[in-house]
């Protein structure tokens, strides 16, 4: 018998992730795996999960790699390939079987794409994959040596044919293989292709399928978030991380520092892994990412001045409620600041009531100059964590004109009843401020991360 779908559990889950699919829209990912997904069958789910973000408006851009059915190809013709730490020495002779390699999986990833089985996730699918010499190629040459032959690198990514595909909803399907000018074939690698063409289309999201959840901290757990300071600190401990993972990871930090926005590394065996990493909001796998906190730290009593500085606007307008120096610095270990290049561009407090469980946020502001980039909101999450970890399960604020920038990051409208008997105690009747209030259960939480 087939377990009933509990539907709140459904409609919290469906809801949780609209504001992803909304994010997503018109975006692009780069989606980059091995030709391991295929023999093993996993691909066929993963082609049902790439279909679904292809109809959610998300333009994919897929890269495949081939390197066990080259291999195969050559074992079966009783050829070998040599390796150096630079990549595969291809000769002319092995050209043919690794054509034939690359053509098998290319055939098999678009078959599977296009499967259409009534009553399956592909039914009414339709998806349309297109590709062709859009990678163009130069040769790795001779290293240490060693001439590589026809083992090279992506010389240019022709982007203006690739935004046309995506425009028209196609999905682009690059091989590792690319063209020379000269009208040469050369085998590439399949991380080269997808982080040069990330990079070339400003892609959003580059995902990679690996055969393991993702990557480990020191501590030997799972690492869910890392910034790409986190990834620079934890390779120069270079025991803690396999080869292959340490090479993503250093991938993930130029593609970050040359624009691209996240770096997913996610388990290729894990069904609907793609859905999950990208549509819940502690996702699956480990995602890399610019630091979204910038420099977000305790506030210190050298930071006043400033502190003081971005709230007197906001005092003169009756936005804040006034705030003394002294009251300032008397609890400065209740503040945290946003620094960048030295200047503090914003700043809040949480107020604990561990009595009640509960935190208030207060004196959250940011520097005019900085308002478009959505540190309030990070800061917010960042409160919401230490909130969190302090054992709070909800944090409230009082608000008279920014009722429904929190309402948007999921604050609800209460009552002064509802506040703690302390803070109740000296709310402002005068004032009339607004409460409002969120739930810190896991599940309620911004997904700002994603």
């Not at 046309?164 to 690319?178: R, Y």
């Not at 914003?346 to 935190?359: I, R, S, T, V």
Request: with cysteine.
């Amino acid at each position: 018998m087939t377990e009933s779908l509990d539907p709140v559990s459904f409609i919290r889950g469906f809801r949780e992730s609209s504001p992803y699919i909304h994010r997503f829209r018109g975006r692009t990912f780069v989606i980059s795996f091995g030709g391991e997904v295929l023999p093993d069958g996993s691909f066929s789910s993963i082609a049902s999960d790439i279909a679904l973000l292809r109809s959610l408006g998300i333009g994919i851009i897929l890269v495949c790699g081939a390197d066990p059915q080259i291999e195969n190809r050559l074992k079966e013709a009783g050829k070998t390939m040599d390796r150096t730490d630079r990549g595969p020495v291809v000769s002319k002779e092995l050209i043919p079987d690794v054509l034939c390699a690359v053509g098998e999986v290319r055939f098999a990833v678009e078959a599977a794409l296009s499967r259409g089985i009534s009553d399956s996730p592909m039914s009414g699918a339709e998806v349309r994959v297109v590709g062709g010499n859009l990678v163009v190629a130069r040769p790795l040459g001779v290293i240490d040596g060693i001439d590589h032959h026809f083992f090279g690198k992506p010389r240019e990514i022709r982007t203006a044919t690739i935004r046309q595909f995506l425009e028209e909803d196609m999905v682009v399907l690059l091989p590792p293989v690319g063209v020379s000018l000269s009208g040469d074939l050369y085998l590439l690698s399949p991380e080269d292709v997808a982080q040069e063409a990330a990079v070339a289309l400003s892609a959003s999201k580059v995902l990679f399928l690996v055969d393991d959840d993702g990557v480990c901290d020191r501590n030997g757990s799972l690492a869910r978030e890392l910034t790409n300071r986190e990834v620079t600190a934890l390779l120069t401990d270079r025991k803690s991380q396999r080869l292959a993972r340490e090479s993503l990871l250093e991938r993930a930090v130029e593609m970050i520092d040359a624009g691209v926005e996240r770096v997913h590394l996610v388990n290729r065996h894990r069904d609907g892994a793609l859905l999950l990493e990208l549509f819940t909001r502690d996702g699956c796998g480990t995602l890399v990412s610019s630091d979204p906190f910038e420099a977000i730290r305790p506030a210190e009593p050298a930071d006043v001045p400033g502190i003081l500085d971005l709230i007197r606007p906001l005092e003169t307008r009756g936005i804040l409620v006034d705030r003394t120096r002294e009251a300032v610095e008397t609890d400065i270990g209740f503040y945290a600041v946003t620094h960048r290049d030295g200047k503090i561009v914003a700043c809040a407090a949480l107020y604990p009531y561990p009595d009640e469980k509960a935190g208030e946020i207060a004196c959250l502001a940011v520097h005019p100059d900085y308002r478009e980039a959505g540190r309030a909101t990070h800061l917010l999450s960042w409160f919401e964590r230490k909130a969190l970890s302090s054992g709070l399960d909800r944090i409230f604020v009082l608000s008279t004109q920014s009722r429904e920038w929190f309402v948007e990051r999921g604050f609800v409208p209460g009552r002064t009843e509802d506040l703690p008997p302390k803070r109740r105690m000296i709310y402002n009747h005068v004032r009339k401020s607004q409460v409002l209030s969120k739930k810190l259960n896991g599940k309620s939480t911004p997904p700002t991360l994603h």
